[in-house]
């Protein structure tokens, strides 16, 4: 089968019309037209096979998890996805394979009403590249560099589920030390496969918070692009982290702890935001059925060193790098 | 090197301010203000190792050609190129060709005054993949849908170059049967590893031409396209094509026949124009010194019949599946 006959069986499925695409697939460009009052978001994500997924990964889990990356980054300035495309280099030509992972990857998508507008498939290791396109008011957009002096830190959901649930696939010695439930194994796993990009969150939060990004490289590292950013400290608290019953249940607290410092992949948003807005984000996390932790607080940030992220634990300082938070 | 440091290092050196860009590189999305009475003309082209390009490439060139096949397919859309985004997967940190790379990427964008606004850089086998932005007037870009019976088809500059000049590379036998001019050589290999996007002309032919594509897999297979799209037969004549001298004197002209009506990688532009634009087109191939070369003729379809594209040779039909066209 030949590259176009592939594109047709499996990528025109998704045929929605969309008002704001002039001509998609099937010609040298894409024609958008792109909104008039708004700005558009553009964001890039590679999965490589090996690096960012395990060659045995499910294929509905992978076409939700690189559609997921991109949209989250969008969620992440506050932006409304509108379409996405698609570079797929496959080493070979498998239809079941490449079924599921349409499904999945059409299945989110659908989610948010975001369209396929082209690609390009090439033959080669298992990579797959996506760009996807948001619009979002330029004033409001949630950036990383405008955190505030003052501004509380929440994350969204529970954080360092995705790590466990790579552990669960990964780490022969995963609950070894202790008796797991299916439950929680299925939970983790979940977690890890099939992130949720917090696009209703990023766009209620447009005008209520100053910065936010998503997790994507662990809690810690990814609120130091803050911090650098935005030239201001912070200061986050362990006994605050939202840790899910079936993490610490899987893992214990020590390890969970850990993973929501530092693991990955979760997906979820860090943003902050002025004190003045505790009420409002208790509504909107009631809203949306999400929860919404304070966790920490920006602080001012001294000429000299580097802005950094401090993690207190029972108010000392932790030292990430001894207690075997080797990730950093 | 981290991530983070290598893009600042090789990918942050093109930083003139471009008005259209709010916000770019170092925050989960780049922020665009796009044209407002045009469309947003968007592609994407994934280079992979082995496949696309031989793994001993100058980088420069890759660079150069990375870009070079994304800005043709918005010159094959009349579109003017305004971003680019890059995600480039890496087996390995290789400072000097980073540096190369880079150069010839960026040499390339600066030429159309076209800005990278962002990316990803990931480990795993040698890959790139672009996406470019144009803008255009939707209702004037040139789709490959719109050819009308009794059009002139033509092709820019030289074609079959690019294959002659793969060939150099990688057949042993290249220039076995006769004696070819080092000048020949350079001339080929050059057309090979720097394909220059037509873009002025592409710009030129809005209005001008009713369809339009580049040639990347071959002028046979990319003309049946507009075929297709536009529901007409092509006819094209061999003694039109045109042919560099160098090309001529290295392979011989049966040779070179066979390159230009199936050797992909030429980048130049095949469009079709109606008879009246003929004096119009010789201008634009006046003003821009870069022939455009009449081949032949968009013939209405039966029903029933496959549209498609019949090359005749003094008259009479080729078969391209013998007389050692065997690219088909």
Tied chains: 1, 2.
Aim: hydrophobic share 40%.
């Amino acid at each position: 089968m030949n590259e176009f006959a592939l594109i047709k069986q499996y990528f025109h499925q998704q045929s929605t019309p969309d008002k704001g695409v002039i001509l998609d697939k099937g010609d040298d460009c894409a024609l958008l037209s792109p909104p008039i009052h708004q700005s558009l978001a553009v964001t890039t994500d590679t999965l490589v096979s090996g690096r960012h997924f395990l060659p045995e990964i499910d294929p509905f889990a992978l076409g939700h998890r690189v559609l997921a990356t991109n949209l989250s980054d969008l969620a992440a300035m506050g932006a409304n996805p509108k379409w996405f495309n698609l570079a797929l280099t496959l080493p070979n030509f498998d239809a079941d394979w490449l079924k599921a992972f349409s499904q999945g990857l059409f299945n989110l998508a659908s989610q948010f009403q975001c369209h396929l507008i082209g690609g390009d498939t090439t033959k080669g290791p298992l990579s797959i590249t996506i760009s996807a396109f948001g619009e979002v008011e330029a004033s409001k957009a949630l950036t990383r560099c405008a955190a505030q002096v003052g501004d509380d830190i929440y994350v969204s959901g529970t954080i360092g589920d995705a790590a466990a649930g790579l552990a669960a696939y990964t780490d022969k010695n995963f609950a070894a030390q202790r008796i797991v439930s299916e439950q929680s194994v299925m939970f983790l796993k979940q977690r890890f496969d099939l992130p949720q990009p917090r696009v209703s969150l990023g766009k209620k939060l447009l005008g209520i918070a100053n910065a936010a990004l998503d997790i994507s490289d662990g809690l810690v590292a990814d609120l130091n692009h803050i911090c650098q950013r935005s030239e201001l400290n912070a200061v986050i608290h362990c006994e605050s982290l939202p840790l899910a019953q079936h993490h610490k249940d899987a893992v214990g607290f020590e390890q969970a702890l850990v993973n929501a410092l530092s693991g990955g992949d979760d997906y979820e948003l860090c943003f902050t935001a002025p004190k003045a807005q505790r009420q409002t984000i208790k509504n909107i996390a009631n809203d949306l059925h999400l929860p919404l932790t304070l966790i920490g607080e920006m602080l001012e940030c001294a000429e000299g060193p580097q802005p950094t992220c401090s993690v207190l634990n029972k108010g000392r300082v932790q030292n990430l790098a001894k207690h075997g938070f080797q990730h950093f």
